[in-house]
T-cell receptor
Framework: DQQVKQNSPSLSVQEGRISILNCDYT??????FLWYKKYPAEGPTFLIS?????DKNEDGRFTVFLNKSAKHLSLHIVPSQPGDSAVYFC???????????FGQGTRLTINP | EAGVVQSPRYKIIEKKQPVAFWCNPI?????LYWYLQNLGQGPELLIR????????DSQLPKDRFSAERLKGVDSTLKIQPAELGDSAVYLC?????????????FGPGTRLTVL
């Protein structure tokens, strides 16, 4: 039972353009969402998060959007840079459960 | 600030052999997590410690997996005996507390190959 799904295993974007990574979830109890970024041979690193009381959170080039009615969140990277090439995981958490549930990841490749 | 340290980085063993992974969390972090990451999947929580107490081990296969966190700092995850399906990356993470808003910092992981 995959509660957090990233349906695109890979995404290729030209440098300078917008990258949009998508994530869907099924559990309506999730109330906190995060994006992690992972380079090869390294552990995931926290990128940005959003609480269910918000629909948008922005940090520099990164913006996360949350659509609770659709149970969908997305990560926008503008402009995309070569260093953004990595695997991106979305994760969700239930308040009080203190347990992250991760999606399968999307490999983003930024082409020069 | 030093990050989460894990060793070994890579381990190759034959099936039915025992194996152990070690994790040193970020100094001052009370909460420690062990995750399993299969190829092409996201990390899945195996066990969470608050100081030296295992507060969530519901996903830990207790017939062959064990973990400990003596003195509430370093932690060891053990598999005995290992099976072919245990081949994966084992990630350790730590956070200041188990609060939802406390960032989890991950180590580089141990890649286990069982032959």
């Amino acid at each position: 039972d995959q509660q957090v799904k990233q349906n695109s295993p890979s995404l290729s974007v030209q440098e300078g353009r917008i990258s949009i990574l998508n994530c869907d979830y099924t559990n309506s109890m999730f109330d906190y969402f995060l994006w992690y970024k992972k380079y090869p041979a390294e552990g995931p690193t926290f990128l940005i998060s959003i609480s269910s009381i918000k629909d948008k959170n922005e940090d520099g080039r990164f913006t996360v959007f949350l659509n609770k009615s659709a149970k969908h969140l997305s990560l926008h990277i503008v402009p995309s840079q070569p260093g953004d090439s990595a695997v991106y995981f979305c994760a969700a958490e239930i308040q009080g459960a203190q347990k992250l549930v991760f999606g399968q990841g999307t490999r983003l490749t930024i082409n020069p | 600030e030093a990050g989460v340290v894990q060793s070994p980085r890579y381990k190759i063993i034959e099936k039915k052999q025992p194996v152990a992974f070690w994790c040193n969390p970020i100094s001052g972090h009370n909460t420690l997590y062990w995750y399993l990451q299969n190829l092409g999947q996201g990390p899945e929580l195996l066990i969470r410690y608050e100081n030296e107490e295992a507060v969530d081990d519901s996903q830990l296969p207790k017939d062959r997996f064990s973990a400990e966190r003596l003195k509430g700092v370093d932690s060891t995850l053990k598999i005995q005996p290992a099976e072919l399906g245990d081949s994966a990356v084992y990630l350790c993470a730590s956070s200041r507390s188990g609060l939802i808003t406390d960032t989890q910092y991950f180590g580089p992981g141990t890649r286990l190959t069982v032959l």
